[in-house]
């Protein structure tokens, strides 16, 4: 999986309560992203990095919130979760010099009751 | 709404058959075409990727179609294998949207032995 960790690899929390997901790599790549799988849905960004505190939003931002304060991790906030925000959690990385290709962590699966 | 349309949701093939997945845009400014693909509890995998430059390209047994003119491109998995049985996903990047990948919503493909 390309230097990529994924922590936790799964968890289960009941709605309302803060989840913090964390994504760290080991190949000094500039741009992070955090994807959600969903059945239907493909992949769908929630938000990436260009670089360290630069972040923005994709197309499903709503809910969620990033940090990136060091090149080789970046996370994913959800302040309130809800069961909506059940889903595979995918973290993503590409290098400057290359930045199409992406790299895929293994995920987080994420169940909130 | 999906920037990218993705065809079929799953086929099933006898092994040696050929599937084909089909994916449309209508966003001309994309100018990357990759594939993923993903088995069962692991993250994506880059399998393959074009650019719009050329008609068709060939890795190992996958191959690409690329129709700009209809802005349609396809995968092509030929003498299919049962190890081929997994999910694949087409996208498309361009550099005016710092590289972000749309992604289609996925197509399983059983081979069967």
């Known amino acids: 999986d390309a230097g990529i960790t994924q922590s936790p690899r799964h968890k289960v929390t009941e709605t309302g309560t803060p989840v913090t997901l964390r994504c760290h790599q080991t190949e000094n790549h500039r741009y992070m992203y955090w994807y959600r799988q969903d059945p239907g849905h493909g992949l769908r960004l929630i938000h990436y990095s260009y670089g360290v505190k630069d972040t923005d939003k994709g197309e499903v931002s709503d809910g969620y919130s990033v940090s990136r304060s060091k090149t080789e991790d970046f996370l994913l906030t959800l302040e309130s979760a809800t069961s909506s925000q059940t889903s595979v959690y995918f973290c993503?990385?590409?290098?400057?010099?290359?930045?199409?290709?992406?790299?895929f962590g293994p995920g987080t699966r994420l169940t909130v009751t | 709404q999906q920037q990218v349309k993705q065809s079929p949701q799953s086929l099933i093939v006898q092994k040696g058959g050929i599937p084909i997945i089909n994916c449309a845009y209508e966003?001309?400014?994309?100018?990357?075409f990759p594939w993923y693909q993903q088995f069962p509890g692991k993250g994506p995998a880059l399998l393959i990727a074009?650019?719009?430059?050329?008609s068709e390209k060939k890795e190992g047994r996958f191959t690409i179609s690329f129709n700009k003119s209809a802005k349609q491109f396809s995968l092509h998995i030929m003498d299919s294998q049962p190890g081929d049985s997994a999910t694949y996903f087409c996208?498309?990047?361009?550099?005016?949207?710092?590289?972000?990948?749309?992604f289609g919503a996925g197509t399983t493909v059983t081979v069967r032995a």
């Open positions: 966003n001309t400014a994309f100018d990357y």
């Open positions: 996208a498309a990047s361009s550099p005016s949207n710092d590289y972000k990948l749309s």
């Open positions: 993503a990385i590409s290098e400057t010099g290359n930045p199409y290709e992406q790299y």
């Open positions: 074009i650019r719009p430059d050329v």
